[in-house]
Antibody
Framework: QVQLVESGGGVVQPGRSLRLSCAASGFTFRNYGMHWVRQAPGKGLEWVAVIWYDGSNKYYADSVKGRFTISRDNSKNTLYLQMNSLRAEDTAVYYC???????????????WGQGTLVTVSS | SYVLTQPPSVSVAPGQTARITCGGNNIGGKTVHWYQQKPGQAPVLVVY???DRPSGIPERFSGSNSGNTATLTISRVEAGDEADYYC??????????FGGGTKLTVL
């Protein structure tokens, strides 16, 4: 069965950095696009970033562009999110999510991890 | 950026039908997906490609999409359906959008 397990969250001061990881299993990781989606406390879902199956393309929400970097290691079945210059408004639960395959419908997420909480506070 | 608008809350009695809307400019020309999120849990896909259901999702969940409104319909609502529901569209490769979410309350 598909499993996505995030790690790396915690409390960090404004302006500092943090790297999140998402360990994937139960599917052929290298064949699928992967995303990060976040949810601030008591708020809705916000898409953060996507990386294509082979890492050839990466796209970001305007709110994180220039500060966050998404990457993947297909040999380790792991997705990453490097977060720099963190702000209070980046406080959220960060989910990694698997994108469906091209033949499985219009782009959407079929599996999500349980999330990791990032708190940006002095 | 494309904007999806959902009502903040919808309330329905058990056994009745709940309809949750998702508004967007010509959303009928796009493909909409719906997620259910219960407190403290990750989102779960309940409808994809406007009206298809993933395996394991009850037939009580259905979707439609036309004009400027997509709708998630939950028939014969149960207490266990109480959750937040989000619509989602992939507007472009670099623009993935969620609606603001609707809290479904079962009275």
């Amino acid at each position: 069965q598909v499993q996505l397990v995030e790690s790396g969250g915690g409390v960090v001061q404004p302006g500092r950095s943090l790297r999140l990881s998402c360990a994937a299993s139960g599917f052929t990781f290298r064949n699928y696009g992967m995303h990060w989606v976040r949810q601030a406390p008591g708020k809705g879902l916000e898409w953060v970033a996507v990386i294509w199956y082979d890492g050839s393309n990466k796209y970001y929400a305007d709110s994180v562009k220039g500060r966050f970097t998404i990457s993947r290691d297909n040999s380790k079945n792991t997705l990453y999110l490097q977060m720099n210059s963190l702000r209070a408004e980046d406080t959220a639960v960060y989910y990694c999510a698997k994108e469906v395959g091209a033949l499985e419908g219009a782009p959407h997420f079929d599996y999500w991890g349980q999330g990791t909480l990032v708190t940006v506070s002095s | 950026s494309y904007v999806l608008t959902q009502p903040p809350s919808v309330s329905v009695a058990p056994g009745q039908t709940a309809r949750i809307t998702c508004g967007g400019n010509n959303i009928g020309g796009k493909t909409v997906h719906w997620y259910q999120q219960k407190p403290g849990q990750a989102p779960v896909l309940v409808v994809y490609d406007d009206s298809d259901r993933p395996s394991g999702i009850p037939e009580r969940f259905s979707g439609s999409n036309s004009g400027n409104t997509a709708t998630l319909t939950i028939s014969r609502v149960e207490a266990g359906d109480e959750a937040d529901y989000y619509c989602q569209v992939c507007y472009s490769a670099s623009d993935w959008v969620f609606g603001g979410g609707t809290k479904l309350t079962v009275l």
